[in-house]
């Protein structure tokens, strides 16, 4: 399972930087065109950092878990990719509908803040599981 996460974490990684080229390119100049506003573009692109911010962060979670099998990093990393997928996940879609003629996506919106908070929850298990690491060590 563990290295189910490294290879998550360099899916993700790769992804998030091929997503970001084509934000910064491709859909740039389609904002210029006028097929994109700019709040699209800006939207794809804090989609793009919290993939790769998170990204990082599962990579983390790999190394220090890497010779323990400790449950919060494990469920942090399990939050961390479903937070990815939806949080970033449905700003790719919702930011790219006009483009790819597939207005019916607006349902997506109330996505968005769902996996913020799976982000948000990931980052609190971490938390836990030091919580947890100083009540061994005291």
Not at 103 to 115: Q, R
């Amino acid at each position: 399972m563990k290295n189910y996460f490294l290879g998550v974490a360099g899916f993700l990684g790769a992804s998030g930087v091929a997503l970001g080229a084509f934000g910064a390119h491709f859909l740039k100049a389609k904002m210029l065109a006028g097929l994109i506003t700019a709040d699209q573009l800006s939207a794809f692109d804090t989609a793009t950092k919290y993939q790769l911010f998170h990204a990082l962060a599962l990579l983390f979670l790999f190394f220090i878990n890497k010779d323990n099998n400790l449950k919060w990093f494990n469920i942090s990393a399990k939050l961390f990719i479903t937070g990815i997928l939806l949080f970033s996940g449905s700003l790719y879609l919702l930011t790219t509908r006009n483009l790819t003629g597939i207005e019916a996506l607006s349902f997506l919106g109330p996505i968005t803040p769902i996996g913020g908070l799976f982000l948000v929850g990931g980052w609190i298990g971490i938390m836990v599981q030091a919580f947890q690491f100083n009540k061994i060590n005291t």
